[in-house]
């Protein structure tokens, strides 16, 4: 059974069992559900799909708070019906406001946050987004990755501020981390005077709104954009350096005329920081119709692009864990990533990897995946087995258990 909600144009699917035993009363938890007054990010993703998942299990009393507003149940994406006004103001706030008083802000919120977790009898607080707001009750925190110490020139330089300051105070205080990945959880042992048995690695999970879709299904989304399924190369990724796009492009560029009129390269995803020059690279590379770039995919169109795909190509030079290359092979698409960070450990042997300062090497990969109809059939379908293993539900039980292990230490 597939308990489903539709949260603002995202469906979240959670996998539903029999009913859990209720061994324990439910944890009374605060989420720092912010994130989700913004157009939706990873983070913002991590915590609809977390909560949702969450929520499912019944073994959370939860409690959400939109800056200064609360809500009692787990944090989700806000809808036609809800705060619209207040979700309105806040993207007017973070428009106009400079980001010094911002900063001062979330400090004066922080002793009034401490006064309603003591009143609402919040026995742990969850803060999904690196840096709690309080430490009036204990604390877990998720570190996503390390972005703003290896790659800080992809993010803004307060943020960067503000995570160099938090992070390492956020590290030492909370009573458990939680990391994305194997390769997060050594990046933060390394870096940081913290004992092993607080870090929990936690995969992420694939909706289950990415599977395989035959051309007719499809037909309707990709004939919108002018694509035909099964017929392009798609990469897909935050528009920002990190992502290694140029990449992809010098990489396309070098496969054979033939190929590249047979099967058009499609970029899509939403402007990242610091994305200027390479976003008019990929307008002007499209007013030439050597490129096909959609910009920001929408949530409901997302899963259709992907399984109208021939291929994903995804160079990221840094990633925390890698949603994108799970999603498309979960929709059956072949997979080209990059033998970077988190990548191999998220793929396994089910994709491509490639080196990432090699598009040479890249495109006779892409070249050799078109002429093979056997690799495309057999990654297809161990890209399914491997997605199958990433779900909603093992995070949020992997996450339960963590928010039991964390109130067991203090």
């Given at each position: 059974m597939i308990d489903e909600a539709n949260r603002g144009g995202l469906r979240i699917d959670v996998a539903v069992s029999a009913p859990a035993a209720r061994v324990m009363a439910p944890l009374r938890i605060a989420f720092n559900a912010t994130p989700l007054?913004?157009?939706l990010t990873g983070i913002g993703n991590y915590i609809a799909h977390l909560g949702a998942a969450l929520?499912?299990?019944?073994?959370?009393?939860?409690?959400?708070?939109?800056?200064?507003?609360?809500?009692?149940?787990?944090?989700?994406?806000?809808?036609a019906g809800g705060p619209v006004e207040e979700r309105s103001r806040a993207r007017r706030f973070r428009h106009w406001v400079p980001s010094p008083v911002r900063t001062l802000l979330r400090y004066a919120w922080q002793p009034l946050?401490?006064?309603?977790?003591?009143?609402?009898?919040?026995?742990?607080?969850?803060?999904?987004?690196?840096?709690?707001l309080s430490y009036a009750v204990p604390v877990v925190i998720t570190i996503h990755d390390l972005s703003w110490l290896r790659y800080?020139?992809?993010?803004?330089?307060?943020r960067v501020r503000w995570l160099e300051r938090g992070v390492p105070r956020a590290i030492d205080r909370a009573a458990a981390i939680i990391v994305d990945s194997e390769f997060v959880r050594k990046e933060v042992l390394d870096t940081f005077a913290v004992a092993p048995e607080r870090v929990h690695?936690?995969?992420?999970?694939?909706?289950?709104?990415?599977?395989?879709?035959?051309?007719?299904?499809?037909?309707?989304?990709l004939s919108a954009h002018g694509l035909v399924h099964g017929q392009y190369v798609l990469a897909l990724s935050t528009i920002e350096p990190r992502k290694n796009l140029e990449h992809v492009l010098e990489a396309y560029g070098r496969l054979p005329e033939a190929l590249r009129a047979r099967h058009p390269l499609v970029v899509g995803g939403a402007k990242?920081?610091?994305?200027?020059?390479?976003?008019?690279?990929?307008?002007?590379?499209?007013?030439?119709g050597q490129i096909r770039f959609l910009g920001h995919v929408h949530a409901a169109e997302l899963p259709i692009i992907y399984a109208g795909a021939a291929a994903l190509v995804f160079p990221s030079r840094y990633e925390g864990f890698g949603l994108p290359p799970l999603e498309a092979m979960a929709a059956g698409v072949p997979v080209i990533v990059a033998n970077a960070a988190s990548l191999p450990e998220v793929v396994g042997d089910a994709a491509i990897m490639v080196d990432p300062d090699r598009p040479e090497e890249t495109a006779a990969r892409i070249e050799e995946l078109f002429g093979d109809a056997q690799l495309r059939a057999r990654l297809s379908a161990k890209g399914r087995a491997r997605a199958a293993i990433f779900t909603w539900s093992s995070c949020a039980a992997a996450t339960l258990a963590v928010y039991r292990l964390a109130l067991a230490r203090v």
């Open positions: 007054l913004s157009p929520a499912v299990t019944e073994q959370i009393d939860a409690f959400s708070f939109y800056g200064r507003r609360w809500r009692h149940e787990a944090p989700r994406p806000w809808v946050l401490g006064g309603d977790l003591r009143r609402r009898r919040i026995c742990l607080y969850h803060e999904p987004n690196y840096v709690p800080p020139k992809t993010l803004p330089a307060d690695a936690v995969h992420l999970g694939v909706s289950e709104t990415f599977y395989p879709r035959g051309a007719k299904d499809a037909a309707p989304v990242g920081w610091r994305a200027g020059r390479l976003e008019s690279t990929l307008r002007d590379l499209a007013r030439r």
